[in-house]
């Protein structure tokens, strides 16, 4: 504006512009971001994630030999984490970070519900697993270690693999849950409390993500788990989804009108 425009002219000239862009529809849903940038959101939320879980677990063993204290360092860094990227990236791409929940999303569309259609999805998980696995070499490098080192913490054994069925079935429920019941405004918190409770309660330290398995995969660290059990866990990951989503249908049935 120069100094011999009318105070009220730039106003009035948006409220024209304004008036002769389309208008969505009564009732129409907003417009949705752009794929490009869902997906980037996806990609640096999941490495940023990683990166919380590996750092963390890094920095944890470097300060103490007890393993009930290094738990404990790694399982409230990931809580204040997850929180946080929920609510910063949850508006852009629905924070999911996880291949299990755009799956579960996926699959919900298809029936009628909300959530991603197939090329959402093909631009999501790719998007999850690089993020994963450069998270956890960024996390490496941060703190001088061997960068994609494969991990040799095996995690084979039948408890943890059951592990992975409840923490994830757990997870499901939890998230379709909110929705279902229009709650998702509550996610960053209880996603986060989730994940931090069964760090402690399931067997595996609740990894609950195909993705993150893949990336911690590269990782000889605290954190870590061997090549060789993770597809043992992604298989018990996506057994824990569709029972998930299982008891979302059972416990919060709609209504028959």
Known sequence: MTATEPVGAAPVAENVIAADAPQPAPGAPPPRT?????????????????AIVVGSGIQATDLTDDVALQLLANSTATVFGLGVL?????????????????????????????GVD?????????????????????ADAMFGEPLATWSTHDRSAGNLLLGEVVATA??????????????????????????????WFTSSTSFANPAVTIGRAFTDTFAGIAPA?????????????????ALVAVVFARPKG
């Open 229 to 245: 059990s993770v597809p043992g866990f992604i298989a018990m990951q996506l057994v824990g989804a569709v029972v998930g989503l």
């Open 118 to 138: 197939a090329r959402e999805l093909a631009f999501y998980i790719p998007s999850q697993i690089v993020g994963a696995i450069a998270g956890a070499i960024l």
């Open 170 to 199: 757990g997870l499901i429920l939890l998230i379709f849950g909110l929705a279902r019941t229009d709650r998702l405004r509550f996610a960053p918190v209880a996603v986060a409390s989730y994940i931090g409770a069964a760090y």
């Open 86 to 114: 929920i609510a910063l990236l949850g508006p852009v791409s629905g924070a999911h970070f996880n291949p299990a929940v755009t799956l579960a999303e996926w699959w919900t569309a298809r029936r009628g519900g909300a």
């Open 34 to 50: 752009p794929l490009v940038a869902r997906a980037a959101a996806e990609l640096v939320g999941t490495a940023a994630l990683v």
